[in-house]
């Protein structure tokens, strides 16, 4: 069964600093992986996606992740945190045994402090 | 375009009561998801929709859950004898299941806050 587990459910870091959130996954199969961000009282929002090919993924708002096979991990990184990037964040796998429904992570509740 | 919606944004009840929450998938999605978003347990998994095929039910967490799934498009979710457990963000989602893969983005609408008293 594949699960996802993301180490620190709260991270601070002050404005101008690296993001570094982590993510770590169990997958028989390639997985394919998704970070979210959820601002309060919203929805979840694609941040970005690692499906196949380059293992180096760019998303919006500056942020990326590198899958690492050998590592089981897809780490989201940020090198300068801006104010606004303060919410939740979600790791997650699709559940390849056919419905493709999401196996997230607990969330990583991100502070940036000025 | 417009992005998943769902009402109500708010619900709040008095334990033992139905409610239903309604999801509007973007135009087009074939699949549909319904997620629980609660404190101490994350955000878990209910149930899938996808074209006319039976749904996949297994996360939905007793009998007292169900949903349909209208004309393929506009669904709901129905919890029938609200517990206090209960209580959590609904959301739901939809997307387009690409050449049978698991790389489908999924789109979450912002969710109904249940409140169950």
């Known amino acids: 069964a594949q699960s996802v587990t993301q180490l620190g459910s709260h991270v601070s870091v002050s404005e101008g600093a690296l993001v570094l959130l982590r993510c770590n996954y169990s997958s028989s199969v390639p997985p394919y992986l998704f970070w979210y961000v959820q601002y309060p009282n919203q929805g979840l929002q694609l941040l970005l996606k690692?499906?196949?090919?380059?293992?180096l993924v760019k998303g919006i708002n500056g942020f990326e992740a590198e899958f690492k096979k050998s590592e089981t991990s897809f780490h989201l990184t940020k090198p300068s945190a801006h104010m606004s990037d303060a919410a939740e964040y979600f790791c997650?796998?699709?559940?390849?045994?056919?419905?493709?429904?999401?196996?997230f992570g607990t969330g990583t509740r991100l502070k940036v402090l000025a | 375009g417009a992005g998943v919606s769902q009402s109500p944004s708010n619900k709040v009840t008095e334990k033992g009561k139905d409610v239903e929450l309604r999801c509007d998938p973007i135009?087009?999605?074939?699949?549909l998801y319904w997620y629980r978003q609660s404190l101490g347990q994350g955000l878990e998994f209910l149930i899938y929709f996808q074209g006319n095929s039976a749904p996949d039910k297994s996360g939905l967490p007793s009998d007292r859950f169900s949903a349909e799934r209208t004309g393929g498009s506009v669904s709901t979710l129905t919890i029938q004898r609200t517990q206090q457990e209960d209580s959590a963000v609904y959301l739901c989602?939809?997307?387009?299941?690409?050449?049978?893969?698991?790389?489908?983005?999924?789109?979450f609408g912002p969710g109904t806050r249940l409140t169950v008293l």
């Open positions: 690692y499906t196949t090919g380059a293992t």
């Open positions: 997650a796998v699709s559940d390849l045994s056919g419905t493709y429904k999401y196996i």
């Open positions: 135009s087009g999605h074939t699949a």
């Open positions: 989602a939809s997307g387009n299941p690409t050449g049978g893969t698991g790389t489908d983005t999924q789109y």
